[in-house]
């Protein structure tokens, strides 16, 4: 009888397994194309500001991504570039005007269609070699119909031109929501196999 309740046990755990993995193993890839706004403008890709002027100048262009496809498989989380911003210089180079604005747009159409924004602030002086230049994100997190995103490295450093060719990629977090379809099929499963032990155990306690 042991080895009959212990038979069974095993086949419902692997049951419950096999539901769990196949909740588990759905693909899940997101789509997203990003533009960017200065000063509250309006939002494109490239889009570029320039400080100074008489020879120093300071000039920052945004360069975004264009349906750039990731999968959140396995981990349900998966790092990607938003675009990036190239800093150039003339004569000395120039300093951010203080309360300079920025934002970044995530325009979504997989899983589902939709729009969100990431807003902050620059600031600092950039120069050939020398950068204090950063991106300062006040707004870290949108969610964008079961899909989230998550700015990382804040404040972000804007490197000068003389390193990287003056190139700072902006990077995010992104993580599924696991479907509440994948949760009813999950929970249906861990049911089923729950109403499989206690129908042994019933019947190994009645005989």
Do not use: C, W
């Not at 020879?55 to 790092?79: C, K, Y």
């Not at 700072?168 to 992104?174: C, E, F, H, L, W």
């Not at 929501?177 to 019947?203: F, H, N």
Request: hydrophobic share 40%; net charge positive.
């Amino acid at each position: 009888m042991k080895n009959i309740l212990r038979a069974s046990l095993m086949t419902a755990l692997v049951a419950g397994l096999m539901v769990f993995a196949a909740a588990g193993a759905k693909a899940n890839p997101v789509t997203f194309s990003t533009t960017a706004s200065f000063n509250g403008g309006a939002f494109s890709s490239p889009n570029a500001i320039v400080f100074g002027g008489m020879g120093n100048q300071l000039s920052l262009t945004f360069t975004g991504v264009t349906n750039s496809a990731v999968n959140t498989d396995p981990a349900g989380f998966t790092f990607a570039s938003l675009g990036q911003i190239q800093t150039a210089v003339t004569g000395i180079g120039f300093v951010i005007t203080p309360g300079t604005t920025f934002a970044i747009r995530i325009t979504q159409t997989v899983p589902s269609g939709g729009s969100g924004d990431f807003s902050g602030t620059l600031s600092g002086a950039i120069t050939q070699n020398n950068s204090t230049g950063q991106i300062t994100f006040t707004v870290t997190h949108i969610d964008i119909n079961g899909v989230q995103y998550d700015v990382q490295n804040n404040p972000l450093a804007l490197v000068p031109p003389a390193t990287n060719n003056g190139i700072t990629s902006i990077q995010a977090r992104i993580t599924t929501v696991p479907e509440p379809t994948s949760m009813l099929l999950l929970g249906t499963g861990l049911a089923g196999v729950a109403g499989a032990v206690r129908r042994k155990l019933r019947a190994r306690n009645q005989s």
